[in-house]
């Protein structure tokens, strides 16, 4: 089973830049999609972006345009640059890997790190 690892949130503020990191460890990594969701309190988790392993993505409307999701397989890694954040971009992101890109529901991502919060600042 993989361990996922996220780093770089962090407060900015509204307008500004951030970009996160989701490392990856053990064999399960490869091949799989990986995806970045948020959670605030009291809500439920929502998608955010997804790469699969060729390098095809997928970003929630919300964010198309703001943020980009790549991944670098030599390094067993994905990251999210977040641009242009938002106050509504407040949350906990989390990576999770094994899921589908097509269809990215959280409840079918088998992999899961800890989260990362990013707080924005009006």
């Known amino acids: 089973q993989a361990q996922l690892t996220e780093s770089g949130g962090g407060l900015v503020q509204a307008g500004g830049s951030l970009r996160l990191s989701c490392a990856a460890s053990g064999r399960a990594y490869r091949g799989l999609t990986v995806a970045w969701f948020r959670q605030v309190p009291g809500k439920e988790r929502e998608f955010v972006a997804a790469?699969?392993?060729?390098?095809?993505?997928r970003h929630a409307d919300s964010v198309k345009g703001r943020f980009t999701i790549s991944r670098d397989n030599a390094k067993n890694s994905v990251y999210l640059q977040m641009n242009s954040l938002k106050p509504e971009d407040t949350a906990v992101y989390s990576c999770a890997s094994g899921g589908n890109l097509v269809a990215p529901v959280a409840r079918t991502y088998t992999n899961w790190g800890q989260g990362t919060q990013v707080t924005v600042s009006s």
């Open positions: 790469i699969d392993w060729k390098g095809n993505a």
